[in-house]
């Protein structure tokens, strides 16, 4: 019998490792060995028309140049780079918070037990987490259009819309504007990393907004689901007790729904944080960073750099600096909820779902 | 899981009684409830957020049937008129404009799709097996690589793709689109999970009247695993259908443009000159109806999909 047995799991081991031989073998060489393969061509002046790995004037091992290059030298690379951070900054700023608060609203409504057409609503809001980022682009870029659906509703309330991807005025510029600050105001002229305060402090460009809604509009969707999935696991005891004691609505919301949603709530910032990071596709359709810059993203001006100008090392440096970004970024977050850890299991399965979605191009990563 | 006892035949009639709903809620019905202003107001927010996340569809729908000046004209009526199937007419050639080669993307997505979700489906599950039953030297370290590699962000692979697909000599080819999208890893994930949920003891003891590990695995394993393998079947169509980066960097000739790559140069002007709202917003619908079409049919499945994670977490 013993004997038997250990020829089951002799018999095991190999099944095991013929399982999960072409899982290895292609996330290996389509993912692991490629990566390293670009960590080294982070490190080269790169052109694209030698072998990469071959050296030589053309491919010459440079350090950390393309790193700090685009931190410290004065030129092209390093101002349009710390454009689209500025840019995806305000971008994530925006975007996080809104897409949490309205998928939380939803998910709080559609959760009332005495909801007619509950299903017909989830689907209307989930429907368009599902669909193609570049079908829908194309959508928002006819909906957006000059002459467009937004701007026909606008004329129909008496405004006059603006030109919204040409438009690259910063929100914040047009508020301070309010306030008499002209053009460049002489406080803002301080430089940081080579981009005078007042760019850092633009905004948001309007065509950005644009965006910006978008993003919004595709996430919430899958972001209700998770918020629905987690108030159905609330104890309704919780909720009668809550009723009992008379406490209002609001409050009920705020002391008891929220901390017990806490869970929820990090894993729907944690995926909105790597998502909002790494904005490609609809930068792509909608103007690949134009107007004047203003829709410029790492992930895109890294693609741009590469694929385009032929810089290949300088792109897939930024590339890895998003990715020390969105690390670092989760790290901090995760340091600021820490009072309520996110269980082992949570975490594992905070990675699935993100893989799920940013793999697939639609879902949380927009 | 609530979704699952929802009938989805609901979807439908709904669309029509939506409106009527959030006027006069439960009022008059079965239920002798008062009207809340609490309720009225929560009925009124639904709407309005289903009108803004629902008109961007249903104008995308008009206006593809719409003439170029009519689009331009008349953006927000969703009756076009006159009625104008040029747009259809171009994107299938029947017309002397530049045609646009919509059965060539058509044709090159169904086929990696199809051959991309088969592929994830046997071979994720293959691994997720191994990984949640099988006992073999390495199985830990295997699973914490996998994880590794899942929180790896996409942005990351756009350089590092084209390098191993140029170094390997398959640029710009099929298997250049195929191959590395055959396997992923949230894919393993989501049925090792699975795996971990069920009972051995059918396994075993199909195992101890001597079935080989692949043979119990492929009539014993899978049969019981179907709602799992129907998830994520559905995550893998709509994965690789709707697929534009991996595309955009390992290929370059035309002939090899999908749905969605072929819509992304046809939008950002590599084909001809001018608005032409029509024929793009047609050339989306064409490249949402497949999934939209599989959303309706197994909703409950793309419900659980996005939940598998927060619920079995």
């Not at chain 2, 799709?113 to 370290?141: C, E, K, M, Q």
Request: aromatic share 12%; glycine share 8%.
């Amino acid at each position: 019998m013993a004997k038997r047995r250990t020829n089951i799991h002799g018999r095991e081991g190999i099944a095991g490792w013929v399982f999960t031989a072409p899982a290895i073998v292609i996330l290996g060489v389509f993912l692991l060995v490629p990566i390293l393969m670009a960590l080294w061509v982070s490190m080269t002046n790169w052109t694209g028309n030698v072998d990469p790995f071959g050296g030589g004037p053309n491919a010459a091992f440079v350090g950390a140049k393309n790193y700090s290059s685009l931190f410290l030298s004065d030129g092209l690379a390093r101002s349009d780079f710390m454009q689209s951070l500025g840019n995806t900054f305000y971008y994530v700023l925006l975007v996080v918070p809104l897409q949490t608060a309205t998928s939380l609203l939803l998910a709080l409504i559609v959760n009332d037990r005495f909801l007619k057409g509950k299903s017909f609503f989830r689907t209307a809001f989930y429907f368009p987490s599902v669909t193609s980022s570049i079908a829908i682009s194309t959508v928002f870029l006819f909906l957006f259009s000059n002459t467009g659906a937004v701007n026909g509703l606008l004329k129909l309330l008496g405004i006059d819309g603006p030109e919204w991807f040409s438009d690259s005025r910063g929100l914040l510029h047009l508020f301070f504007g309010l306030f008499g600050a002209g053009e460049n105001p002489d406080w803002a002229q301080g430089q940081i990393f080579g981009r005078s305060l007042w760019d850092w402090l633009s905004g948001p460009s309007v065509a950005m907004c644009v965006i910006i809604f978008l993003a919004v509009w595709t996430t919430t969707g899958t972001f209700m689901l998770m918020f629905l999935a987690a108030l159905q696991d609330l104890p309704v005891e919780v909720d009668e007790a809550a009723m009992m004691d008379g406490v209002s609505p609001w409050q009920k919301l705020r002391l008891v729904t929220v901390p017990m949603l806490k869970p929820a709530l990090f894993l729907v910032i944690t995926l909105g944080v790597i998502g909002t990071w790494q904005v490609f596709d609809q930068i792509y359709v909608m103007g690949k960073g134009a107007p004047a810059g203003t829709t410029m993203t790492p992930a895109f001006l890294s693609y741009n750099t590469s694929f385009k100008s032929n810089g290949w090392g300088s792109g897939a440096a930024m590339a890895f600096i998003v990715f020390l970004i969105i690390v670092l970024l989760t790290r901090w977050q995760r340091r600021l909820m820490r009072d309520d850890k996110p269980p082992g299991r949570l975490r594992k399965t905070l990675r699935a779902v993100d893989l799920m979605h940013s793999n697939h191009g639609t879902g949380p990563t927009p | 899981m609530t979704t699952t006892t929802v009938p989805t035949q609901d979807l439908e009639p709904r669309t029509t009684t939506g409106g009527t709903d959030g006027t006069r809620p439960p009022a008059g019905g079965r239920r002798d409830r008062h009207v809340s202003p609490k309720k009225v107001a929560g009925y009124a927010i639904l709407i309005i957020f289903a009108i803004i996340y629902l008109y961007p569809f249903l104008i995308q729908i008009a206006t593809s049937f719409k003439s170029d000046p009519e689009s331009v004209a008349h953006p927000l009526s969703l009756i076009p008129n006159p009625f104008d199937l040029g747009a259809w007419k171009r994107m299938f050639g029947l017309t002397s404009d530049t045609p646009v080669p919509i059965m060539t993307w058509l044709g090159n997505s169904v086929l990696v799709t199809v051959i991309i979700t088969a592929s994830r489906v046997f071979l994720d599950s293959l691994a997720g097996y191994a990984l949640s039953r099988l006992h073999f030297r390495g199985r830990r370290f295997m699973f914490t690589a996998l994880l590794a590699v899942m929180s790896v962000p996409g942005v990351v692979l756009l350089v590092p793709k084209f390098l191993i697909v140029t170094y390997l000599g398959i640029f710009d080819t099929y298997t250049a689109m195929i191959l590395p999208l055959m396997v992923d890893a949230a894919g393993i994930f989501i049925m090792k999970q699975f795996f971990d949920s069920v009972s051995v003891s059918i396994e075993e003891a199909a195992r101890m009247d001597g079935a080989s590990v692949f043979r119990t695995f492929w009539s014993v394993v899978l049969p019981m695993a179907r709602p799992s393998l129907i998830t994520l079947t559905i995550l893998s169509f709509q994965g690789s259908w709707n697929e534009f980066s991996h595309f955009l960097v390992v290929t370059q000739r035309p002939e090899l443009k999908t749905m969605v790559t072929g819509l992304a140069s046809l939008t950002s002007g590599e084909l001809g000159s001018g608005t032409q709202f029509p024929l793009k917003m047609g050339a989306a619908l064409l490249t949402t109806i497949p999934v939209a079409v599989l959303f309706f049919a197994f909703q409950r499945h793309f419900v659980r999909g996005a939940n598998e994670g927060a619920e079995k977490g």
